[in-house]
Nanobody, 119 residues
Framework: QAPLKESGGGSVQAGGSLRLTCFAS?????????LGWFRQSEGSDRTEVAG???????TYARSVKGRFTISKDFPKNILYLQMNNLKPEDSAIYSC????????????WGQGTQVTVSS
């Protein structure tokens, strides 16, 4: 399986913005792959933040809706997560993931990138 590679994490003050990038060249929408962003903070389960299917339709967790935007450069197979108005509770390791759109479970994961939001 081709790797997924995230970048763009870092530290920011509350109210700030970050954009995460995931290089997903092995998982194009034309091959019926859906992509998503997940996050996991210490002591918590990993949760899905946002997803995008092979037609560009998006879904968001309630906690980030209106603040985060998932998008994809389909020709280049690069996935983005624009995060605005960040809050301390958004601090976590963010990972991108891929699945066949007909499956509910994600099967390929990146290593993650740390996002830290200070108050």
């Amino acid at each position: 399986q081709a790797p997924l590679k995230e970048s763009g994490g870092g530290s920011v003050q509350a109210g700030g913005s970050l954009r995460l990038t995931c290089f997903a060249s092995g998982y194009p929408g034309s091959w019926n792959y859906c992509l998503g962003w997940f996050r996991q903070s210490e002591g918590s389960d990993r949760t899905e933040v946002a997803g995008i299917d092979n037609a560009g339709r998006t879904t968001y967790a309630r906690s980030v809706k209106g603040r985060f935007t998932i998008s994809k450069d389909f020709p280049k197979n690069i996935l983005y997560l624009q995060m605005n108005n960040l809050k301390p509770e958004d601090s976590a390791i963010y990972s991108c993931a891929a699945r066949r759109c007909g499956n509910t479970e994600y099967s390929v994961w990146g290593q993650g990138t740390q996002v830290t939001v200070s108050s």
